[in-house]
């Protein structure tokens, strides 16, 4: 019988967070910010954190989100009042949400600003690891190293004003192939494999995470601790914030084996 008033506060706060859940959602639906409006007006259409939210983390299938939110759990945050079979994927996307929006604030900068900072953060990290194209007037076509080619395609899009989530998710898949390759080689690379099969998001999550400098000195920035593809820092920094971006759309891309163009 002591169990009853603990088994009643318990299903209190499932329910209380399913609500506060749904009417933040809908609270967003029917107000944007004038931050988001002077974006929209002065840039083009920037997708907003709920967005991303929709077509990654609420999009997912059951296996995927098993296994993605078994990683947040061990890696970044759980949930007090609830035990983790009981976090859905609209429980777990609002806290993603508040996430971002504290991130924010901690920053002084609006959504948008934070998906340019994730996108500049690949492009860091990858760029100087692609062969340059051969320094000739008429440098034909074929002549391009075929890494090179997709890099110099895909960068296109850091550098547009319309960011919506296809062209985030192409971008994404692109630099995490050839960041794949880059680290495989442990050299400058020429060519990629550009398949989601080539996406293993155990062995890229690690590679994130890894602090050892490689022996080639030809890449000993890759993975070095202060230069490492998404920094360790806790809290709400810019690099914490796009190692979360970019783990939740990297599970989008594998569960939906998005392929692209």
Request: hydrophobic share 35%; with cysteine; proline share 2%.
């Amino acid at each position: 019988m002591w169990l009853t008033p603990f088994l009643h506060l318990r299903c209190k706060a499932i329910f209380f967070t399913s609500l506060m859940t749904v009417l933040s959602w809908y609270n967003y639906d029917i107000k944007l910010t004038s931050c988001y409006r002077k974006v929209y007006e002065k840039n083009g259409y920037i997708m907003d954190k709920k967005e991303l939210l929709k077509n990654t983390i609420l999009s997912l299938d059951n296996d995927s989100f098993f296994e993605l939110k078994t990683y947040f759990f061990k890696d970044f945050f759980g949930f007090y009042f609830l035990d983790d079979s009981e976090v859905t994927q609209g429980i777990f996307a609002e806290k993603l949400y508040d996430y971002f929006e504290k991130v924010e604030l901690n920053n002084n900068k609006d959504f948008p600003n934070l998906l340019q900072k994730y996108m500049q953060s690949l492009d860091d990290k990858v760029s100087k690891y692609i062969e340059k194209s051969p320094r000739k007037k008429n440098t034909e076509t074929k002549d391009i190293p075929r890494a090179r080619k997709y890099y110099n395609k895909i960068i296109e899009y850091k550098k547009q004003n319309d960011i919506d989530y296809n062209r985030l998710r192409d971008y994404s898949r692109i630099m995490f192939c050839l960041y794949v390759e880059i680290i495989n080689r442990n050299d400058i690379i020429t060519n990629f494999d550009y398949s989601v099969s080539s996406l293993k998001s155990s062995k890229l999550i690690q590679s994130m995470k890894k602090s050892e400098t490689p022996k080639n000195n030809v890449t000993k920035n890759i993975l070095e601790k202060k230069n490492v593809f998404f920094g360790q820092n806790r809290g709400f920094s810019y690099e914490m914030c796009n190692r979360i971006i970019a783990i939740i759309v990297l599970f989008e891309i594998i569960s939906h084996n998005v392929d692209g163009e």
